[in-house]
């Protein structure tokens, strides 16, 4: 069964650091770009951050890009997310999605999606 | 960055109905636009990609349309099980945007 795991959540105090995990299985997770998202109430879904496959492109939210780190380790199937200088406004539901694609254009045109989605970890930034 | 917006931001409906959910892009995104689904302590569910492809499983009263900057979602004869938070969702760069979310309820 294809399926992402997500792990790490907790609460922190305003300006500490967490680190998420995501545990992939099912599926040859070296092969897929992996993302970040997260839901607040307030704001809905936030695209965090993106890796490629390699690990060689990354992207991050103008909102989290500085305190946050992004990274995966293909041999352990596993994404990672460290969090720093955290606030109340990164209290959220943070789900780890794999991205996938599909081409129906020439030249190639790829439309990207995010098909498989862990059931998310909670984090919750408050004194 | 993109802006996507949907509308209604909510709505109700009865079981039976037909309910129509709009996003607009503020750019052109050709039909890089997916739409999830998401329900209380579920994980997000993928519906459509590429504006009009159903993902395998999803139910095909669920459809959506649209290219350019306006895109549809539509659940032909709505479900208690539809009962849920309904995203847009670019692909067309990055950062890749959501729309706010619609909630879909029954009446």
């Known amino acids: 069964e294809v399926q992402l795991v997500e792990s790490g959540g907790g609460l922190v105090k305003p300006g500490g650091s967490l680190r998420l995990s995501c545990a992939a299985s099912?599926?040859?997770?070296?092969?897929?770009?992996m993302n970040w998202v997260r839901q607040t109430p307030g704001k809905g879904l936030e695209w965090v951050s993106s890796?490629?496959?390699?690990?060689?492109?990354?992207h991050y939210a103008d909102s989290v890009k500085g305190r946050f780190t992004v990274s995966r380790d293909n041999g352990k199937n596993s994404l990672y997310l460290q969090m720093n200088s955290l606030s109340g406004e990164d209290t959220a539901i943070y789900y780890c999605?794999?991205?996938?694609?599909?081409?129906?254009?020439?030249?190639?045109?790829?439309?990207?999606?995010?098909?498989?989605w862990g059931k998310g970890t909670t984090v919750t930034v408050s004194s | 960055d993109i802006q996507m917006t949907q509308s209604p931001s909510s709505l109700s409906a009865f079981v039976g109905d037909r309910v129509t959910i709009t996003c607009r892009a503020s750019q052109s995104i050709n039909s890089y636009l997916n739409w999830y689904q998401v329900q209380p302590g579920k994980a997000p569910k993928l519906l459509v990609y590429g504006a009009s492809n159903l993902q395998s499983g999803v139910p095909s009263r669920f459809s959506g349309r649209g290219s350019g900057t306006d895109f549809t979602l539509t659940i032909n004869s709505l479900q208690p099980e539809d009962l849920a938070i309904y995203y847009c969702q670019q692909s067309h760069s990055v950062p890749r945007t959501f729309g706010q979310g619609t909630k879909v309820e029954m009446k």
């Open positions: 999605a794999r991205e996938d694609y599909f081409s129906n254009c020439l030249p190639p045109c790829y439309h990207y999606y995010m098909d498989v």
């Open positions: 099912g599926f040859t997770f070296g092969s897929f770009t």
């Open positions: 890796i490629s496959r390699s690990g060689s492109s990354i």
